[in-house]
């Protein structure tokens, strides 16, 4: 039933940190959960966490190595406090002592989980654990205040029985309750009630019955896109070209292989959509004819005929009540300047504009947009996909309340 519940977590990267409190014992549960739902979990120990629980017992259960050190010469070149933070989508410290919960308030970056908590953009969370007479201590409760002012959130604590034999505030949420508010991160509900059509990954163009016209896109960006749309509460339906990846939780996708076919799926769905993203690659052009038997190699040369395709994104932006237009516009050079002569020709609200190669765009796992639209540009800094997707759908919800919301 938990995951049911936490679907959200499906492919996300928690970074979770355990600091020193007899309630480490049950991060390990955590770990096991956070897993369940989907999500891979690296576990960074602090040092009073250790004298709780072994790094070999979170490295069994994460499936991965555990991070303690903040300045190893080793694991900084493997994976340090800026990559650990670029990593994450979501920092869940678990249980979170008065100690950290005091640090992190002073914004204190002297060992690697307060430095990841100050480097990351993401969202960060922490499960007080405790003796209740610290939780009810003013400093401790200042400290919290200060750390909820910084939009840092807070998993309980839970009232009842104490390690220490007290009873009252202080107890660490259990394991699944936790699993629960971290998937509920991912939830912002800037979409709410709306519906969100997506294209995404690229198109082929039948030459043959075996042979195709066809680019370099993975359908990544679109993926992430979908998945972050639906994360903000939207009901979204993805027509996709054909990728190898799994469809995002709570996202309708329809499957589709040309261009023409992406079009004829597209306008059927249109009209009802309040939003319309064009992530897709799709083929500028198509054989005129495909060949119904596979072509032989006799003659030395060969031409193909092509003819122009269909433009998705503009016959949508075209339609009376259509919904709002966002494309996207992929260059390797003038990217403003072409990325807003798209905008103005095919007469869009928005357009995000990604520069490629150097490994971004195309099949990369990293992307950064500029994102143009009437009220100026707006720059998403170089991120994972499924990061900048959440930035941008952040954006797009923020334009949409604005002119029509
Ligand atoms: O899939 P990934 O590997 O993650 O890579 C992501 C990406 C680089 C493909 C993506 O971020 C991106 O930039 N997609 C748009 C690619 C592009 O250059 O499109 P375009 O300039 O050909 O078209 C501009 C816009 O019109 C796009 O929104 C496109 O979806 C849309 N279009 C184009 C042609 C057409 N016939 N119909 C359309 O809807």
Request: proline fraction near 4%.
């Given at each position: 039933?938990?995951?049911?519940?936490?679907k959200n977590?499906?492919?996300?990267?928690?970074?979770?940190?355990?600091?020193?409190?007899?309630?480490?014992?049950?991060?390990?549960?955590?770990?096991?959960?956070?897993?369940?739902?989907?999500?891979?979990?690296?576990?960074?120990?602090?040092?009073?966490?250790?004298?709780?629980?072994?790094?070999?017992?979170?490295?069994?259960?994460?499936?991965?190595?555990?991070?303690?050190?903040?300045?190893?010469?080793?694991?900084?070149?493997?994976?340090?406090?800026?990559?650990?933070?670029?990593?994450?989508?979501?920092?869940?410290?678990?249980?979170?002592?008065?100690?950290?919960?005091?640090?992190?308030?002073?914004?204190?970056?002297?060992?690697?989980?307060?430095?990841?908590?100050?480097?990351?953009?993401?969202?960060?969370?922490?499960?007080?654990?405790?003796?209740?007479?610290?939780?009810?201590?003013?400093?401790?409760?200042?400290?919290?205040?200060?750390?909820?002012?910084?939009?840092?959130?807070?998993?309980?604590?839970?009232?009842?029985?104490?390690?220490?034999?007290?009873?009252?505030?202080?107890?660490?949420?259990?394991?699944?309750?936790?699993?629960?508010?971290?998937?509920?991160?991912f939830d912002t509900g800037a979409l709410a009630g709306l519906q969100v059509l997506l294209t995404a990954?690229?198109?082929?163009?039948?030459?043959?019955?075996?042979?195709?016209?066809?680019?370099?896109?993975?359908?990544?960006?679109g993926y992430a896109v979908a998945q972050a749309a639906a994360e903000a509460g939207a009901r979204v339906t993805l027509v996709?070209?054909?990728?190898?990846?799994?469809t995002p939780p709570r996202v309708e996708r329809i499957?589709?292989?040309?261009?023409?076919?992406?079009?004829?799926?597209?306008?059927?769905r249109a009209?009802d959509a309040d939003i319309f993203i064009a992530t897709?690659?799709?083929?500028?052009?198509?054989?005129?004819?495909?060949?119904?038997?596979?072509?032989?190699?006799?003659?030395?040369?060969?031409?193909?005929?092509?003819?122009?395709?269909?433009?998705?994104?503009?016959?949508?932006?075209?339609?009376?009540?259509?919904p709002l237009t966002v494309?996207?516009?992929?260059?390797?050079?003038?990217?403003?300047?072409?990325?807003?002569?798209?905008?103005?020709?095919?007469?869009?609200?928005m357009?995000?504009?990604?520069?490629?190669?150097?490994?971004?765009?195309?099949?990369?796992?990293?992307?950064?947009?500029?994102?143009?639209?009437?009220?100026?540009?707006?720059?998403?800094?170089?991120?994972?996909?499924?990061?900048?997707a959440r930035r941008l759908i952040a954006r797009i919800a923020e334009y949409f309340k604005?002119?029509l919301g």
């Amino acid at each position: 039933m938990h995951i049911l519940a936490n679907k959200n977590l499906a492919n996300k990267h928690i970074l979770l940190g355990v600091t020193g409190s007899i309630a480490a014992y049950k991060a390990a549960e955590l770990v096991r959960r956070l897993r369940e739902g989907g999500a891979e979990v690296r576990v960074v120990l602090s040092a009073g966490g250790t004298e709780f629980v072994t790094p070999l017992t979170f490295q069994a259960l994460s499936g991965n190595p555990v991070h303690s050190e903040l300045l190893d010469t080793e694991a900084e070149a493997a994976m340090g406090h800026i990559a650990l933070a670029r990593w994450a989508d979501a920092v869940v410290i678990a249980p979170a002592s008065a100690n950290v919960i005091a640090r992190l308030a002073q914004g204190r970056a002297d060992d690697l989980l307060a430095a990841v908590c100050l480097a990351t953009e993401v969202p960060v969370a922490v499960a007080p654990a405790m003796n209740q007479q610290m939780w009810a201590n003013a400093a401790t409760q200042d400290n919290l205040q200060r750390l909820r002012a910084r939009r840092i959130h807070q998993f309980g604590p839970a009232e009842g029985g104490q390690a220490c034999g007290e009873t009252g505030l202080g107890r660490m949420l259990e394991a699944d309750d936790i699993a629960r508010h971290t998937a509920g991160l991912f939830d912002t509900g800037a979409l709410a009630g709306l519906q969100v059509l997506l294209t995404a990954g690229p198109t082929q163009e039948a030459i043959d019955p075996v042979r195709y016209l066809s680019n370099r896109s993975s359908g990544r960006m679109g993926y992430a896109v979908a998945q972050a749309a639906a994360e903000a509460g939207a009901r979204v339906t993805l027509v996709s070209g054909p990728t190898a990846l799994a469809t995002p939780p709570r996202v309708e996708r329809i499957d589709v292989r040309s261009a023409e076919e992406m079009h004829t799926a597209v306008l059927a769905r249109a009209t009802d959509a309040d939003i319309f993203i064009a992530t897709a690659a799709v083929a500028d052009y198509r054989p005129v004819a495909p060949v119904q038997q596979k072509i032989k190699k006799t003659a030395d040369n060969l031409s193909l005929e092509l003819v122009r395709n269909p433009d998705i994104l503009a016959d949508v932006a075209a339609l009376t009540d259509g919904p709002l237009t966002v494309g996207f516009a992929a260059e390797t050079e003038n990217l403003l300047e072409y990325a807003r002569d798209k905008l103005a020709r095919k007469g869009l609200d928005m357009i995000a504009a990604n520069r490629v190669g150097n490994g971004l765009g195309f099949e990369a796992e990293e992307n950064a947009l500029s994102v143009i639209d009437a009220e100026g540009v707006t720059e998403l800094a170089q991120a994972p996909k499924t990061q900048l997707a959440r930035r941008l759908i952040a954006r797009i919800a923020e334009y949409f309340k604005r002119r029509l919301g």
